[in-house]
């Protein structure tokens, strides 16, 4: 199970940080990773980590803006996100992969959360 947590309402130019803990078979998870979907569009990657080597991808989008990391102690999964704009508004979604797939990619991701709402406007 998977639940995410941080959203809200920002302006341009601010600062979320979002969550997502995860429960229940935690040991089989090889990757987690962030997408979003804005309103009237489809859901895309955002960022995706390892939880072995903690290795990361981020889409060209949000590159050099928000970070992924990984809490293993915890079970938690961050996206801390800077310079936001208006384009950043939509449903964080956050997922796991239990396969070991090398890539950042909707459909390798076993499980997935309900979303949170991010919300970039003046």
């Known amino acids: 199970q998977l639940v995410e947590s941080g959203g809200g309402l920002v302006q341009p130019g601010g600062s979320l940080r979002l969550s997502c803990l995860a429960s229940?078979?935690?040991?089989?998870?090889?990757?987690m990773g962030w997408f979003r979907q804005a309103p009237g569009k489809e859901r895309e990657v955002v960022s995706c980590?390892?939880?072995?080597?903690?290795?990361?991808y981020y889409s060209d989008s949000v590159k050099g803006r928000f970070t992924i990391s990984i809490d293993n102690a915890k079970n938690t999964v961050y996206l801390q996100m800077t310079s936001l704009k208006p384009e950043d508004t939509a449903v964080y979604y956050c997922?796991?992969?239990?396969?070991?797939?090398?890539?950042?990619?909707?459909?390798?991701?076993?499980?997935w959360g309900k979303g949170t709402l991010v919300t970039v406007s003046s």
């Open positions: 229940g078979s935690i040991f089989d998870i090889k990757s």
């Open positions: 997922a796991t992969d239990e396969d070991g797939d090398p890539v950042c990619a909707m459909d390798v991701m076993d499980d």
């Open positions: 980590i390892s939880s072995g080597d903690g290795i990361t």
